[in-house]
């Protein structure tokens, strides 16, 4: 207790001096975050980044390790609104995420008007290989973790481990499948059913997705299709990728879909988290004693069923 307390002040008396003594600089930063970054002159070509996990959520909510839908959207719009950005260029380093979130993106990059070049980084997998269907060319590094194209939807059973611990669950519902979920009791078969019909749906969407995106038979795709990965070089032999390369080779394919002469410009669109929400985070983990943060993180406490396009691999 008392050494939470001592971290509060701490914090408090950071949080006052920041203020005091650089809250011009804040405000320098902050202005600066809110636009794009810009090298060099000339035509443009811009660099919008799906990084971590796919989910919906608005460009003002901070969410380390997410790529939202609503920021990355908003960036692609920039893009598009800007006369001088001939070309764009989609850095994908994402296992995926969820179904709704990957389907908002991917619909989004099909309907742009400019060339959109995919650069994979070190995995662009499941829903990051979905919106990559979105663009008109994707390239890999050789290494790349590329695939696990299909759906997951994951369900944690503590029963055995609340029995233990002498925990009871007492439910009051207005049907059989109310409850369904909890992670005081297993999944019923007709549960389980219920669930692999949507599976099943959104498996089919996303075949259907590649099949279009990469002009593959169907039946073929399916064949790749059975949530594995493979590497860069591998996915480029099965027609899953376009071409090996790393990101200079993306913005320099891109800026000649756009018909850029010489070297191009390069926007981006950095979001990077305020001193506030680094300070707010961390606050809030540290109010938790640290064996229930695991706990509850171990049992998925609070977190919403998602059916998605997700790589869980390590």
């Known amino acids: 207790m008392k050494k939470k307390r001592t971290v509060l002040w701490v914090a408090i008396v950071a949080v006052v001096l920041f203020v005091l003594g650089g809250g011009s600089c804040m405000l320098v930063g902050l202005v600066a975050a809110l636009g794009a970054s810009v090298e060099g002159g000339g035509d443009a070509v811009a660099l919008v980044e799906v990084e971590g996990i796919i989910a919906s959520g608005d460009a003002a909510d901070y969410a380390s390790g997410m790529a939202l839908t609503g920021q990355v959207i908003g960036d692609i719009e920039q893009a598009l609104a800007d006369d001088s950005i001939r070309a764009i260029v989609l850095y994908v380093n994402s296992p995926g995420g969820t179904v709704v979130a990957s389907a908002e993106m991917y619909e989004t990059l099909v309907e742009c008007s400019k060339p959109i070049v995919t650069s994979m980084g070190e995995v662009a997998a499941s829903g990051g290989y979905y919106i990559a269907c979105g663009t008109e060319y994707i390239m890999a590094h050789p290494a790349t973790i590329v695939g696990s194209i299909g759906v997951i939807a994951q369900y944690r059973n503590a029963e055995e481990l609340l029995d233990k611990l002498g925990i009871q669950t007492q439910v009051i519902k207005s049907g059989a499948r109310k409850d369904h979920g909890g992670w005081h009791r297993p ?16 498996y089919d969407d996303f075949v259907d997705v590649v099949v279009k995106g990469r002009e593959m038979d169907e039946d073929r795709v399916r064949e790749l299709a059975d949530g594995s990965v493979y590497s860069g070089h591998q ?29 191009p410009r390069i926007v981006r669109y950095p979001h990077e988290p305020s001193f506030f929400d680094v300070l707010s985070g961390y606050l809030m983990r540290a109010s938790q004693p640290e064996e229930l943060i695991l706990l509850e993180e171990l049992l998925g406490v609070g977190q919403v069923p998602k059916i998605q396009y997700l790589y869980v691999g390590p």
């Open 235 to 263: 996915a480029v032999a099965h027609r899953l990728v376009d071409a090996s390369g790393n990101l200079d080779d993306a913005i320099a394919t891109a800026a000649q879909m756009g018909g850029i002469e010489g070297e």
């Open 187 to 202: 999944l019923s078969p007709d549960e389980v059913a219920m669930h692999q019909v949507m599976i099943d749906q959104a």
